[in-house]
């Protein structure tokens, strides 16, 4: 059997961290004298000592145990878990029920970014600093998953993007330990440059820190009811747009840069991809909306579009504007780009665009096959000949995405939802986006009508998409509770 005692172990101190940064939100509100802050400080007291009970009941006895990849695994699923559950305690001090403090907290630390709070202006600062925190520290432990435990898993193609290390187990420690801390430093100066500039065009301090945690972690959660259309100045818009992408490109990458192959950001058909992707798309929907709005002129089209598609490929799920309204075209327009996402090893959801590609590699050489059937086409991704599971992985991803997206919409269905909105709810819940279409789950409105059996089921879709779907359902394989 499956030994959790070191799965215990972990996850105390999970929650004991998490204890630890509840203080940031308890010390905004004690500086703004808000009196939420004791709600914070109780919460962080109650994970600390639940955490401190699991890590010295569970703490290991003589020589220390390495965890193998079932163990991992598990901790990365329950850790999801557990933390939403912690997170979702400072919620309930403002009057959200449980099932609305637990959707609250998953689509945060899912960096999916639907909610069911409303008038967030007048929130308590601490709650809307929480919010933002939890979506950068998803962001963070979503690129950690990507690069560590997902190609280990060999989850959907993800074997591609295995970091280099060498054989023996402490080698890989030390490789997988400096890779995070190079990711992490990476992250957080991106963060503090993108808040530095939204300052410098206008914003508060505290909509700058808020907002910029959110923007890199591709989280979306505003400190606004309009979302980032309460910011005029098309200037904001624009620097949004271009962090938003650039917490979608591969964090790997980044270190590659930092280390003199400034190239690889550039040469990377990944990367290339999702820029001609994002740039043929907001060019041609900015054509598309000059002709439904005589108003306005192409700069303020582009700006629109630009940004709006930028978050919604990037699984960001801000607004400027109720896309929904630009015609029915651009409704079919934005449900597609719900799938696309951004690049792996990134903060963003949905299918990933080296799979988009991947697959129309596929069809290219079996077009060819059946011109030719003897014909031996080799399939290349980014210079190398693909190896031979990856086709299959990518294949099995996107028929598992396609059944559970059905699957969910039919629950949701029968929950009395219309179809509409419980196809898009169930589509932004597993890619991660956050707004759904319609009126209920769009731009525009809010999921906090929806009845509570649905935000649980869209609850566990939001971890299931977090967790590439696939990689959720090894806990279900009997084989993987065994040895």
């Keep these: 059997m499956l030994n959790v005692r070191p799965v215990v172990h972990i996850l105390g101190w999970i929650v004991c961290a998490t204890a630890l940064i509840l203080c940031l939100p308890a010390a905004t509100d004690l500086a703004y004298g808000n009196p939420e802050w004791s709600a914070f400080l109780s919460a962080g007291i109650v994970a600390a000592f639940s955490g401190g009970v699991c890590v010295l009941a569970t703490r290991p006895k003589g020589i220390k145990q390495n965890l193998n990849i079932r163990q991992a695994f598990l901790i990365t699923t329950l850790g999801w878990a557990v933390v939403s559950v912690v997170a979702a305690v400072p919620f309930l001090y403002i009057g959200v029920d449980f099932t ?6 998953m689509s945060a630390i899912t960096t999916t970014g639907s909610t069911v709070l409303t008038q967030l202006d007048t929130l308590p600062p601490g709650i809307l600093l929480w919010r933002a925190v939890l979506q950068w520290i998803g962001g963070i432990g979503i690129i950690a998953i990507a690069i560590l435990i997902l190609p280990l898993l060999r989850v959907g193609g993800m074997q591609l993007f295995k970091i280099e290390s060498s054989d023996t187990s402490e080698e890989k420690l030390f490789n997988a330990l400096q890779t995070i801390i190079s990711v992490f430093v990476i992250y957080a100066g991106l963060t503090i440059l993108c808040g530095a500039l939204y300052f410098i065009f206008g914003m508060t301090p505290f909509d700058a820190v808020t907002h910029a945690m959110t923007t890199l972690s591709t989280g979306g959660y505003s400190t606004h009811d309009e979302s980032f259309a309460f910011f005029k100045d098309m200037r904001l818009h624009w620097v949004a747009t271009i962090f938003m992408f650039a917490g979608a490109v591969p964090f790997l990458l980044y270190i590659k840069a930092v280390r003199g192959h400034f190239q690889a950001l550039v040469t990377d058909q990944q990367v290339r991809g999702f820029i001609a992707f994002l740039v043929i798309s907001s060019v041609v929907m900015a054509i598309w909306l000059l002709q439904q709005r005589s108003n306005i002129g192409f700069v303020e089209a582009l700006t629109l579009t630009s940004f709006n598609i930028t978050s919604v490929v990037t699984t960001t799920g801000y607004a400027s504007d109720d896309y929904t309204l630009w015609g029915p075209g651009a409704v079919g327009v934005f449900l597609v780009l719900m799938f696309v996402g951004g ?118 879709a939001m971890l299931a998409g977090r967790l590439e779907v696939l990689a959720l359902l090894v806990a279900f394989d009997p084989d993987f509770w065994r040895g």
């Excluded at 909105?421 to 525009?444: C, K, M, Q």
């Design 100 to 105: 609305d403090a637990v959707f609250e907290s």
């Design 343 to 460: 690049c792996s090893g990134s903060t963003s959801g949905a299918i990933k665009i080296y799979r988009h590609q991947i697959l129309l590699e596929l069809v290219r050489a079996h077009v060819k096959r059946l011109i030719s059937p003897h014909r031996v086409v080799p399939l290349i991704y980014n210079g190398k000949r693909l190896p031979q599971d990856v086709p299959y992985s990518v294949l099995a991803f996107l028929a598992v995405f396609v059944a559970t997206i059905a699957v969910f919409t039919v629950f949701l269905s029968m929950m009395g939802l219309d179809i509409v909105t419980a196809y898009s709810a169930s589509v932004t819940a597993i890619t991660n986006v956050g707004p759904g279409l319609g009126s209920i789950v769009g731009p525009s409105g809010n999921f906090s009508t929806l009845p509570d059996e649905a935000k649980w089921l869209l609850t566990f």
